[in-house]
Nanobody, 122 residues
Framework: QVQLVESGGGSVQAGGSLRLSCTVSRFTFTYSSMAWFRQTPGNEREGVAAIDSRGMTTYADSVKGRFTISKDNAKNTLYLQMNSLKPEDTAIYYC????????????????WGQGTQVTVSS
């Protein structure tokens, strides 16, 4: 079965950077989409960034210019480089995958990782 495993979360001060990784197994990047979502207690899962098999990227307005999504097909790994972090970026971050071309709709994604905590202190 498809497995997604996130890593790279942690605690950082405002203005700092983190890079999240998501290692994918039993899933090919051909004609597919992958994305990062985040969630805080009591809130719905929010789309952060997505990339499809054409290399097209989509970002939430709140992270444009600060976050960069990328993938390494040879390593079956998805990344999220997060710069200029703010306290409001604090959340559990999840990677997700789906066949086909998708953007930031959570209900479009079928496979999900377990999440990694990102905490940004002021």
């Amino acid at each position: 079965q498809v497995q997604l495993v996130e890593s790279g979360g942690g605690s950082v001060q405002a203005g700092g950077s983190l890079r999240l990784s998501c290692t994918v197994s039993r899933f090919t990047f051909t004609y597919s989409s992958m994305a990062w979502f985040r969630q805080t207690p009591g809130n719905e899962r929010e789309g952060v960034a997505a990339i499809d098999s054409r290399g097209m990227t989509t970002y939430a307005d709140s992270v444009k210019g600060r976050f960069t999504i990328s993938k390494d097909n040879a390593k079956n790994t998805l990344y999220l480089q997060m710069n200029s972090l703010k306290p409001e970026d604090t959340a559990i971050y999840y990677c997700a995958a789906a066949w086909g071309l998708h953007r930031l709709g959570a209900n479009e994604y079928v496979y999900w990782g377990q999440g990694t905590q990102v905490t940004v202190s002021s």
